[in-house]
């Protein structure tokens, strides 16, 4: 039984570390929605600083969170980054130095997304005209290579290690299973408690490889709070086991002590996850946080508790008392109903709709998911019937024995007295012991498979059990990936066209010939468009032009010239609403102005349309 236990562990960890590394790199719950200047914009003259606008809130700390690069890659930001948000638009910016040369300049930015997870991103904007750039960015970003996998490896244990610490523990106290089931649970608590510690304490170290920031600024974060209070708390967890487990935790007054201090420890560890993933972004944070807290403690009860009756059922030497067994059979129950209702709502508020939950990794987790829940509900159904012949045993029964106070206690019926001779040699006396205890533990053993029903109930708990680790390995991969809702709205929103803007220097040579040509094209895309162009002379006024045309092709395609003449509609304002873009690519666009008879010029930019 050992070395099937064994293989199953073996085979469940392999499934989450597959479920892990199969995951996309750098799986962000963020997403940078804009940017002043924008990319690829060029602009006339120096910016004041940058600023860059998230979907969601977001950290940026340590000095490489937000650099701007000049074209030979020095740095020509203050590295004061302000926080501009407002109004539920959430931005951040940088203030950059006077009077910047012009060229092309690099924008380098490093975040971590409110439910913990990195995100990184690079562009590119001009001042005067595009120049050639020196700036090499590393391809890997943060969460990416080694730091990543491992840190995404580690939740895997986390959450295995909580359930089996809070469910082991939960199982004594509910299901009351005796004395003789002591030392099994002991074991399993404490190989959770432990697990669980190891997790956490590695969570901790590869948090700064897998943000690329320091161990101080971790700590600072949300994330890093919350690990190192779950270290605390489980450190109190310690005490607990000790006690728990202790000759003191006898009688009905401990029994209620220890109850009242387990509903206490184990949300507030509960809470450390539901704090600082999923649960606290997003819409309804204020409800989503109480149900992921309920959600983790269901499966901590079940699970877990599940685990415990797997180990009694396979290494306790006695049976499992009836009792026990139809109260985990309640407790399984009404925490099955509790997953079922928390996790409806949080799919609900994750997914959204249809689309995103088959057309998302996050979705497709989320229905495999379902389906291995749904498969581990039948087996539990089974599981429950096994345990409904043990609760009412057929008429003229002889009654359970009652298990005795240890699994090596001595069989009086079976035992046979030492021969004489060994009773002379201290050695072969122990020897004699030995042989004959391990020759009682047998006996008992195989009494206790001579019952078919809980030989059925120990088959189905193994079955159940393989189903419900593959399930935890699916949720930790969840718990690593964007959210359907967000993946579709970000999605979207790339998809989308963005409105095209740029600003071209003109002069015609002669009187109020000088100034800056404003560009306009909303919404930027492919098919009808409005264009709006501005003229504005060197102090920022209106200026004007006695004839306007604008002319656009597409090289790549051969395609066009498109020519267009904006009507003119203000001093210094002129709108082309027939503007039509048939083909995505890189257009070249021609500005011809006429501010005389003879006074005439073309400027000519490139504007790129997804």
């Not at 799986?27 to 600083?49: I, N």
């Not at 003109?506 to 909303?522: C, E, F, M, N």
Request: aromatic letters at 6%; charged letters at 20%.
């Amino acid at each position: 039984m050992t070395t099937t236990l064994s293989r199953l562990l073996v085979l469940l960890t392999a499934l989450g570390a597959v479920l892990v590394a199969a995951a996309p790199p750098a799986l962000a719950h963020a997403a940078l929605t804009g940017s002043s200047p924008a990319d690829g914009e060029v602009v006339v003259t120096s910016p004041e600083r940058v600023e860059l606008t998230f979907s969601e809130r977001v950290s940026l700390t340590g000095d490489q969170a937000l650099r701007v690069l000049d074209p030979a890659g020095e740095r020509v930001d203050t590295g004061e980054i302000t926080d501009l948000s407002a109004n539920g638009e959430v931005r951040h910016g940088v203030a950059l130095a006077d009077d910047l040369p012009d060229g092309t300049y690099t924008v380098a930015w490093q975040a971590v997304s409110a439910d913990s997870h990195p995100i990184a991103g690079a562009f590119t904007f001009s001042v005067g005209a595009p120049s050639e750039t020196s700036v090499r960015l590393p391809a890997q970003g943060p969460g990416d290579g080694t730091a990543g996998l491992l840190y995404d490896l580690a939740r895997f244990p986390a959450y295995a290690g909580f359930l089996l610490l809070a469910g082991g523990a939960a199982f004594l106290l509910v299901c009351r299973p005796g004395p003789a089931a002591r030392p099994v649970l002991q074991r399993l608590v404490l190989a959770g408690w432990t697990t669980a510690t190891a997790a956490t304490l590695a969570l901790l170290l590869l948090r700064g490889p897998y943000t690329g920031t320091g161990l101080r600024d971790v700590i600072d974060t949300k994330t890093g709070t919350a690990l190192l209070c779950r270290l605390l708390l489980l450190g109190a967890a310690a005490l607990y086991v000790a006690v728990l487990f202790g000759d003191r935790a006898r009688g009905r007054r401990a029994h209620g002590a220890l109850a009242a201090a387990g509903v206490l420890l184990a949300p507030a560890t509960a809470a450390t996850w539901a704090l600082a993933e999923h649960a606290s972004t997003g819409p309804w944070p204020w409800l989503a946080v109480p149900a992921d807290l309920v959600h983790l403690l269901a499966a901590g009860a079940w699970l877990g508790g599940l685990a415990a009756l797997l180990a009694l059922l396979y290494r306790s030497p006695e049976p499992v008392p009836r009792a026990a067994v139809r109260r985990f059979s309640r407790l399984a129950f009404w925490s099955v109903v509790a997953l079922a209702a928390t996790g409806l709502f949080q799919a609900w508020r994750q997914v959204g709709g249809w689309d995103p939950l088959l057309g998302t990794r996050y979705g497709q987790l989320l229905v495999v998911k379902t389906a291995l829940v749904a498969l581990v509900v039948g087996t539990a159904w089974i599981s429950r019937r096994w345990t409904a012949r043990l609760a009412d045993p057929p008429a003229g029964a002889v009654p359970e024995p009652v298990p005795v106070s240890a699994p090596d206690a001595p069989d009086t019926r079976q035992a046979p007295p030492l021969p004489p001779a060994a009773t002379d040699d201290p050695a072969r006396r122990a020897q004699l012991a030995r042989q004959r205890a391990a020759v009682q533990r047998t006996r008992r053993r195989r009494d206790r498979d001579r019952d078919t029903e809980r030989s059925g109930l120990r088959r189905s708990v193994l079955a159940e059990a393989a189903v419900a680790a593959a399930v935890l390995a699916v949720t930790t991969a969840l718990t690593g990936t964007t959210p359907a809702r967000t993946q579709a709205a970000t999605d979207a929103a790339a998809a989308a066209p963005r409105p095209l803007s740029v600003q071209l220097p003109y002069d015609t040579g002669g009187p109020h010939g000088r100034g800056t040509a404003l560009i306009d094209i909303t919404p930027g895309g492919t098919g009808d468009n409005v264009l709006h162009l501005r003229l504005e002379d060197p102090a920022g006024l209106p200026n004007g032009a006695e004839e306007v045309r604008i002319a656009l092709t597409l090289p790549a395609e051969d395609l066009g010239p498109l020519r267009y003449e904006p009507a003119h509609v203000d001093v210094g304002h002129w709108v082309a609403d027939d503007l039509r873009l048939p083909r995505p690519g890189d257009w070249e666009l021609s500005l011809t102005l006429r501010t005389s008879e003879i006074d005439q010029t073309t400027e000519t930019t490139t504007l790129t349309v997804g």
